[in-house]
């Protein structure tokens, strides 16, 4: 049984102007000690995916239908007293803007013990001497000095170190890390990147990392999933994703970026702007700034077809070239 | 590129400070930038990269005299500037797009009165015909519809408004934009929509560009040269292509060394620079060479001696004492 099982997700924000349906059917699994990345733009649903897993939607957003099984135990609709059990012991969260993600008027160690003392049976002596010891364990010098201090005399990235400190504390067996390096220098966000790698290792505990930056993905992780307008486009190993992409959006996507190959050659971005959630189109939601799109598109989503093994699309495309195949292999 | 060998913007001894304010009516001065030299010749652009802090924008800022340097030169086109004449008369041809397409918009006034103030302001028509058909056209260069003229800036979206933001900076017809992290705020599939929107307009209206980034695959992509700057000094100046495959200062191979590569073969079998420490206060800079503190080969020399920003190969300018040992 995989830890964590996401079947058929729906989450929507009902607002003044209607539902906003972030997360529209998302489904997938993610296994001990595994790292799984999932990528996507601003309004992909993205972190509201990881969201309705830690239940802190803000309060016009709710989980529609579909279900979260974490070790066995369903997640939605559980209520408040199992969440608070779960959230920031078995399931703990990195949040982008580690600024904003620390209290100022606590000192650095006393929000680091205070997770500690809630979830463990520690005395106070024992949840300063783990705190110091997950300030090590992040490389965070002087750890006992560092502890008296307030976030103001930390950098970004020295507070980020802190951030994954607390969420570690507690030893989860999930770690969703939201965006946890885009406010960060690239010196500091590789700092990060290493350290978040060896500290799973070290643990091994799971990791969900949601970022926008594929350059991120390629460091880290097992496994990816490419969302766009709240669903999943495509799934698959790291290496399936990378270099066999079989949705248009993610292909798109890899020609967009500047790398080390392109170099000199023109970008070729996806054309048109991204979707409005508020009027989502009836087929393929990629369909509108397809390329390729054909008839199909326009009217029906595809559903999830297997590529191989590791490796899942929604793409009708990929059924239009096996057709193709196919008919080629009877001439 | 133009084959004049003058250089359309020199930029020489550059400083700028600010008073910081220490209570008890004392002050400390903060040396955003301390002292570059640079030249961008005609139809180029120059990248300008480093990590928050390091004086980038500021440099963008005061190049533009939106601040008043402390001290150095500004030569346009071979003409100092100086006086409020000058300033006015350099703003016709020198522009500025800014990073967050939120918050450089006017949320109170229609895409055509954002596009058109520029227009106003250097009173650059004689009716109010053309003043309309100078922002369509605009308008249509940067790939915006006619009818989205009387739109306010919230109607659109991120990669729109920094097409707006554009069409503005065009609209006196510079021949010099200085581009302050135009795509960091852009979703991936618009920001090369942007980038290429840049490059087109670059070859069609002769354009040179500042391009102040820190995404530095980004930053080769668009720039003929890249300039490195750490802690409000440059570090290193070469060819875009030579920085990024033969860094030669310690603190650019680490910068290089840590971008994220989006291929994972490429990426795990990077070996990453790590730099020990941080980047101290630009309030508190270090004696001597800014990068010593945590740089793997700093001397006693690096630690009493600035070093000077020296042309080590043709076109390739570094500050770094160890250049030759170290490479």
């Known amino acids: 049984m995989a830890l964590l099982e996401v079947r058929d997700l729906h989450t929507s924000f009902f607002t003044d102007a209607g539902e906003v349906r972030a997360v529209n059917g998302v489904s997938f699994n993610l296994d001990h000690g595994k790292v799984l990345g999932i990528v996507g733009e601003s309004g992909s649903g993205k972190s509201v995916t990881a969201y309705s897993i830690m239940q802190i939607l803000a309060s016009t957003g709710k989980i529609v239908s579909g279900s979260i099984k974490f070790d066995g135990i369903e997640l939605v609709g559980a ?29 650095i160690g006393k929000q680091l013990m205070e997770a500690i003392l809630l979830h463990t049976g520690r005395n106070k002596q024992e949840a300063y001497d783990r705190a110091v010891e997950m300030l090590k364990l992040v490389n965070v010098n002087e750890p006992e000095k560092r502890m008296k201090q307030y976030p103001y005399e930390f950098s970004g990235g020295m507070r980020q170190r802190v951030m994954i400190a607390m969420a570690l504390a507690c030893e989860p067996d999930i770690l969703i890390a939201d965006e946890p390096t885009t406010a960060l220098d690239v010196t500091i966000q590789a700092g990060i990147l290493e350290l978040m790698k060896d500290i799973q290792k070290k643990i091994g505990m799971a990791i969900i990392m949601i970022t926008h930056d594929l350059g991120v993905v390629a460091q880290l992780c097992d496994e990816v999933i490419v969302m766009y307008a709240g669903g999943i486009c495509e799934q698959g190993t790291e290496n399936e994703i990378f270099y066999n992409p079989c949705h248009e959006y993610t292909k798109g996507l890899m020609r967009s970026i500047p790398t080390t190959d392109n170099n000199g050659e023109k970008l070729q971005p996806i054309t048109g702007t991204p979707i409005d959630l508020l009027n989502l189109p009836k087929g393929c939601p990629f369909a509108p700034r397809c390329d390729n799109a054909m008839k ?14 590791d490796h899942q699309a929604a793409c009708w495309m990929n059924v239009k070239n096996s057709i193709e195949k196919e008919g080629g292999a009877d001439e | 590129m133009s084959n004049t060998t003058e250089p359309l913007i020199q930029v020489n001894h550059l400083k700028q400070y600010f008073d910081i304010n220490m209570g008890f009516f004392q002050s400390k001065a903060l040396k955003a930038v301390d002292d570059i030299s640079f030249s961008i010749r005609e139809g180029e652009t120059l990248g300008l990269v480093g990590e928050s802090g390091c004086g980038k924008t500021t440099a963008g800022r005061s190049i533009l005299h939106l601040y008043k340097p402390t001290a150095g030169e500004v030569i346009y086109r071979g003409k100092k500037i100086e006086t409020k004449q000058d300033i006015q008369e350099f703003r016709k041809h020198a522009t500025m797009v800014f990073q967050d397409p939120y918050s450089s918009l006017d949320p109170r006034m229609t895409v055509e009165d954002i596009i058109g103030e520029p227009l106003d302001i250097h009173k650059m028509y004689s009716s109010k015909n053309e003043r309309r058909d100078k922002i369509l056209s605009l308008m249509d260069h940067v790939g915006l519809n006619s009818e989205h003229a009387a739109r306010y800036a919230h109607e659109f979206s991120g990669g729109q408004r920094q097409r707006v933001g554009i069409a503005r900076a065009l609209a006196v017809d510079p021949d010099f934009i200085v581009c302050d992290e135009p795509v960091s705020a852009l979703d991936v599939s618009i920001q090369a929509q942007v980038i290429n929107m840049f490059d087109e307009l670059q070859e069609k209206m002769n354009l040179t560009y500042l391009f102040i980034a820190h995404d530095l695959l980004v930053v080769r992509h668009i720039s003929d040269r890249i300039a490195v700057m750490y802690l409000g000094h440059m570090v290193e100046l070469a060819d875009a292509d030579q920085i990024y495959d033969r860094p030669l200062h310690p603190y650019t191979k680490a910068l290089i060394s840590a971008v994220p590569v989006p291929d994972p073969k490429i990426a795990k079998a990077n070996k990453r620079i790590e730099l020990s420490g941080e980047i101290p206060s630009p309030l508190n800079a270090p004696t001597g060479c800014p990068f010593h503190t945590r740089c793997p080969y700093a001397t006693d020399r690096c630690k009493e001696e600035m070093p000077s920003f020296e042309e080590v190969e043709t076109g390739r300018f570094v500050a770094c004492h160890r250049v030759k040992e170290v490479n």
């Open chain 1, 79 to 107: 209520g408040e007293k199992v969440m608070k059990d779960i959230r920031g012991n078995r399931i703990s969260i990195i949040f982008q803007d580690p600024m904003t993600s620390l209290n100022p008027t606590y000192s």
């Open chain 1, 296 to 309: 199909i598109c326009l009217t029906k989503t595809c559903e999830r077809i297997q590529i191989n093994e």
